[in-house]
């Protein structure tokens, strides 16, 4: 069966710092990969998807980026983070083939102070 | 544009059913979905429906669609307190690469 690992769970981290989440999956081949941002209070904005290696389409343009080294690997960075970076980020993956649903990690919540 | 709307917040009785609704604006949509966030966790994806059809039932679970309308719902049978939750509906959209169009949440309290 499938499974999607994301870590860390919670991150505190200073304005003005460098960010690094992963997120990878097992179970399947050349999944797509999406980053999903979860504000307090509302819902799930989608910021990068992936259908491939090195393949990354950003939705919103913001302060972060995404890299996707691996097939089954997906990394969400900053080089400087903004307070409004803060948020509960998620990574989720579907197969690659027709419409199918997404399937979640756990989430990483980050603060940024 | 794409958008996704839900009433933010649904309070019942341990036992009654509950009924989450839901509007989408994508006619185009191919699938619904329904998820539920427990605290601190991810979404957890609950069931989800075809836009050709107009029922779906899953155990306690019941989906309804009105494409007309664009209005999606789900009904929770015997609601329990393992049910609070937040309960997110999803279009599939227009864009491809399934990219889901996610409302807000609606925040389900059951109490005894």
């Known amino acids: 069966s499938q499974t999607i690992h994301q870590w860390p769970a919670t991150l505190v981290q200073p304005v003005g710092s460098p960010l690094s989440l992963e997120c990878t999956v097992e179970g399947t081949s050349n999944p797509n990969l999406y980053w999903y941002r979860q504000a307090a209070g509302r819902g799930l904005q989608l910021l990068f998807y992936s259908v491939g290696i090195g393949q990354i389409s950003s939705e919103v343009p913001q302060n972060l980026s995404a890299s996707r080294p691996q097939d089954r690997q997906f990394i969400l960075s900053s080089k400087k983070l903004l307070l409004s970076d803060s948020g509960f980020y998620l990574c989720a993956w579907s197969t690659g083939q027709g419409p199918s649903p997404l399937h979640f990690g756990n989430g990483t919540r980050l603060t940024v102070t | 544009g794409e958008d996704v709307e839900q009433s933010l917040f649904l309070s019942v009785r341990e036992g009654d059913s509950s009924v989450i609704n839901c509007t989408y604006t994508?006619?185009?949509?191919?699938?619904l979905y329904w998820y539920k966030q427990e605290p601190g966790a991810g979404l957890q994806l609950l069931t989800y429906i075809f836009s050709n059809m107009d029922m779906k039932q899953d155990q306690r679970l019941t989906v309804l669609l009105n494409k007309k309308d664009k209005h999606l719902s789900l009904r929770i049978a015997d609601t329990q307190t393992g049910d609070s939750a937040i309960y997110f509906c999803a279009e599939s959209g227009s864009g491809g690469y399934n990219k889901l169009i996610f409302g807000a949440g609606t925040r389900l309290a059951v109490h005894p």
């Open positions: 994508d006619s185009s949509s191919t699938y």
